[in-house]
């Protein structure tokens, strides 16, 4: 069992930056494959960024490629999403989600445990 709070969100004007960050619980959060997914008002929940249980293998959206950076900190049990370049499109709830599936999955199905999400706001 896992459970995860997301912080960090917030307003921001574009072009500016924001990092989420997923605290999470339980003994075995080194195990498992983190994501970062987004959903805007009236839209699916979609894949931002994924990351696998060691760090080294790391997984984007187009949409965000280049612009936001997400990482890890197993020790910590916490996973970050750092956002620059932040565009009004980007604005959405975030949402930290872990799985113990083998591969950094990009589908909401891939993952298990979903935190309650953060809003972040970008102005143009």
């Known amino acids: 069992q896992v459970q995860l709070v997301e912080s960090g969100g917030g307003l921001v004007q574009a072009g500016g930056s924001l990092r989420l960050s997923c605290a999470t619980s339980g003994r075995t959060f080194s195990a498992y494959n983190m994501g970062w997914f987004r959903q805007a008002p009236g839209k699916e929940r979609e894949f931002a960024a994924g990351i696998s249980w060691t760090g080294g293998t790391t997984s984007y959206a187009s949409s965000v490629k280049g612009r936001f950076t997400v990482s890890r900190d197993n020790a910590k049990k916490m996973v970050y999403l750092q956002m620059n370049s932040l565009k009004p499109e980007d604005t959405a709830v975030y949402y930290c989600?872990?799985?113990?599936?083998?591969?950094?999955?990009?589908?909401?199905?891939?993952?298990?445990?979903w935190g309650q999400g953060t809003q972040v706001t970008v102005s143009s």
């Open positions: 989600a872990a799985t113990g599936a083998g591969k950094v999955g990009v589908l909401r199905e891939d993952y298990r445990y």
